[in-house]
Protein backbone atom coordinates (compact mmCIF):
# COMPACT_ATOMS: atom_id res chain seq x y z
CA UNK A 1 0.00 0.00 0.00
CA UNK A 2 1.58 3.39 -0.78
CA UNK A 3 1.30 6.44 1.56
CA UNK A 4 -0.87 9.28 0.54
CA UNK A 5 0.14 12.98 1.97
CA UNK A 6 -2.38 12.93 4.48
CA UNK A 7 -1.98 9.43 5.93
CA UNK A 8 -0.44 8.71 8.99
CA UNK A 9 2.10 6.03 9.40
CA UNK A 10 1.80 3.55 11.86
CA UNK A 11 5.01 1.04 12.50
CA UNK A 12 3.40 -2.23 14.10
CA UNK A 13 5.82 -4.07 16.01
CA UNK A 14 5.36 -7.64 16.61
CA UNK A 15 6.21 -11.22 15.83
CA UNK A 16 2.61 -12.93 15.59
CA UNK A 17 0.99 -12.72 12.17
CA UNK A 18 -2.48 -13.09 12.83
CA UNK A 19 -2.01 -10.25 14.98
CA UNK A 20 -0.50 -7.70 12.55
CA UNK A 21 -3.20 -9.14 9.94
CA UNK A 22 -5.89 -7.78 12.77
CA UNK A 23 -4.17 -4.85 13.58
CA UNK A 24 -2.96 -3.61 9.54
CA UNK A 25 -6.58 -4.59 8.48
CA UNK A 26 -8.32 -2.27 11.78
CA UNK A 27 -5.68 0.31 10.60
CA UNK A 28 -5.78 0.55 7.21
CA UNK A 29 -9.69 0.35 7.32
CA UNK A 30 -9.23 3.53 9.51
CA UNK A 31 -6.88 5.17 6.39
CA UNK A 32 -3.83 4.55 8.36
CA UNK A 33 -0.43 3.91 6.77
CA UNK A 34 1.12 0.48 8.25
CA UNK A 35 4.70 -0.55 7.85
CA UNK A 36 5.79 -3.28 10.10
CA UNK A 37 9.42 -3.56 11.43
CA UNK A 38 11.36 -6.06 9.47
CA UNK A 39 12.86 -7.70 12.69
CA UNK A 40 12.36 -7.50 16.34
CA UNK A 41 15.56 -5.60 17.14
CA UNK A 42 16.16 -1.97 17.43
CA UNK A 43 18.55 -2.30 14.33
CA UNK A 44 14.67 -2.34 11.89
CA UNK A 45 13.46 0.98 13.63
CA UNK A 46 16.80 2.34 11.78
CA UNK A 47 16.55 0.56 8.81
CA UNK A 48 13.10 2.45 8.53
CA UNK A 49 14.82 5.75 9.09
CA UNK A 50 17.49 5.73 6.63
CA UNK A 51 14.66 4.46 4.08
CA UNK A 52 13.30 8.15 4.72
CA UNK A 53 9.85 6.64 6.37
CA UNK A 54 7.90 9.13 8.66
CA UNK A 55 6.08 7.10 11.73
CA UNK A 56 3.48 9.02 13.50
CA UNK A 57 2.52 5.97 16.06
CA UNK A 58 4.18 2.85 16.99
CA UNK A 59 2.39 -0.01 18.05
CA UNK A 60 4.70 -2.03 20.29
CA UNK A 61 3.73 -5.78 21.60
CA UNK A 62 5.96 -5.99 24.54
CA UNK A 63 5.10 -10.15 24.75
CA UNK A 64 6.53 -10.59 21.48
CA UNK A 65 9.21 -13.53 22.03
CA UNK A 66 12.73 -11.89 21.83
CA UNK A 67 11.42 -8.12 21.43
CA UNK A 68 14.12 -5.84 23.06
CA UNK A 69 11.64 -3.42 24.46
CA UNK A 70 14.32 -0.55 25.50
CA UNK A 71 16.38 -0.82 22.32
CA UNK A 72 13.44 -0.09 20.11
CA UNK A 73 12.15 2.59 22.29
CA UNK A 74 15.56 4.07 22.84
CA UNK A 75 15.92 3.70 18.83
CA UNK A 76 12.12 5.29 18.37
CA UNK A 77 13.09 8.12 20.60
CA UNK A 78 16.70 8.98 18.30
CA UNK A 79 15.03 8.36 15.22
CA UNK A 80 11.59 9.61 15.34
CA UNK A 81 11.25 12.34 18.60
CA UNK A 82 8.37 12.95 19.86
CA UNK A 83 6.63 9.60 17.76
CA UNK A 84 3.46 8.49 19.70
CA UNK A 85 3.75 4.79 21.28
CA UNK A 86 0.68 2.39 22.11
CA UNK A 87 2.42 -0.31 24.05
CA UNK A 88 0.10 -4.00 24.39
CA UNK A 89 0.51 -6.40 26.72
CA UNK A 90 -0.73 -9.09 28.94
CA UNK A 91 0.66 -7.16 32.10
CA UNK A 92 -2.13 -4.85 33.93
CA UNK A 93 -2.16 -1.76 32.78
CA UNK A 94 -4.23 1.34 32.55
CA UNK A 95 -5.85 1.64 29.25
CA UNK A 96 -5.60 5.35 27.48
CA UNK A 97 -2.64 7.53 27.31
CA UNK A 98 -0.17 9.73 29.10
CA UNK A 99 3.11 11.37 28.43
CA UNK A 100 6.73 9.16 29.02
CA UNK A 101 9.77 10.39 30.63
CA UNK A 102 11.38 11.56 26.49
CA UNK A 103 7.88 13.21 25.95
CA UNK A 104 6.38 10.52 23.76
CA UNK A 105 2.38 10.49 24.30
CA UNK A 106 1.64 6.80 25.23
CA UNK A 107 -0.88 4.86 25.57
CA UNK A 108 -1.39 1.37 27.29
CA UNK A 109 -3.45 -2.10 25.66
CA UNK A 110 -4.22 -4.79 28.03
CA UNK A 111 -4.38 -7.71 25.66
CA UNK A 112 -6.69 -9.56 24.60
CA UNK A 113 -8.61 -6.08 23.65
CA UNK A 114 -11.54 -5.71 21.84
CA UNK A 115 -10.75 -3.64 18.33
CA UNK A 116 -13.18 -0.71 19.37
CA UNK A 117 -11.31 -0.74 22.52
CA UNK A 118 -8.06 -0.45 20.30
CA UNK A 119 -9.23 2.25 18.33
CA UNK A 120 -10.19 4.03 20.94
CA UNK A 121 -6.49 4.13 22.39
CA UNK A 122 -5.02 4.89 19.44
CA UNK A 123 -7.29 7.79 18.80
CA UNK A 124 -6.98 9.16 21.83
CA UNK A 125 -2.72 9.02 21.94
CA UNK A 126 -2.93 10.50 18.15
CA UNK A 127 -4.98 13.56 19.20
CA UNK A 128 -3.60 14.17 22.85
CA UNK A 129 -1.35 17.50 22.65
CA UNK A 130 1.99 16.36 21.80
CA UNK A 131 5.32 17.37 24.57
CA UNK A 132 8.46 19.31 22.94
CA UNK A 133 11.08 16.79 22.19
CA UNK A 134 13.79 17.08 24.67
Known amino acids: MTKSKHQKSVLVVCDEVSEF???SSLLEK????????PGKE?????????RGETIDLAILDVDSAGTNRS???RSLHQSYPGVRLVLMS??????GAEV?????VLGHVHKPTRKAQLLG???TVMDAPAMPAA
Open 21 to 23: KVL
Open 30 to 37: FDFHVLKA
Open 42 to 50: ATSVDGLAE
Open 71 to 73: AIL
Open 90 to 95: NEAENN
Open 100 to 104: GPAGH
Open 121 to 123: TIL
